[in-house]
Each structure stands twice: as structure tokens, then as C-alpha cells.
């Protein structure tokens, strides 16, 4: 496994908390990999869905752009 520090740097790349990152550490730190890959799970969805958030938003300004050039040309 890398060096604690890299590994730390990592998860808050990955966007971790501080929490996050001393809960994943000492799991990894006890050997209890299983379960810290489920915290990694865990943070990758709520990412994954704060994504999907920002995806909807756009396409209402997208759909409400459109619609003002749309009444613009007409």
C-alpha cells in the first residue's frame, strides 16, 4: 500500500473529509480493508449523485436557453 501521506493525499483529492480519511485509515490501519473499500462505496454514490444534481441542473438552463433563443428567432 502507498505511504500514509500519499494515501491521505488521495483521499482528499478524492474529495474525503477529515473523518472520512481517519475512519478509512484506521480501518486500513486494523486490517479491516473490507470495510474501508465500503466507505470509499459509500462516498463514490453521494459523489456519483451530487454529479447526476448538477447534470439535471444544467439541462434546465439548457432547455430554458433554448427556449429564449427559440422565442428570439421567432
Not at 477529515?18 to 462505496?41: C, H, N, P
Amino acid at each position: 500500500m502507498e505511504d500514509k501521506d500519499a494515501l491521505r493525499q488521495n483521499l482528499m483529492d478524492a474529495g474525503c473529509d477529515d473523518l472520512l480519511t481517519e475512519q478509512f485509515l484506521s480501518l486500513i490501519g486494523q486490517g479491516r480493508e473490507k470495510e474501508a473499500l465500503s466507505l470509499l462505496a459509500r462516498h463514490r454514490k453521494n459523489l456519483l449523485e451530487h454529479c447526476h444534481a448538477a447534470e439535471r441542473k444544467i439541462d434546465c438552463l439548457d432547455y430554458l436557453v433554448y427556449q429564449i433563443e427559440k422565442k428570439a428567432k421567432a
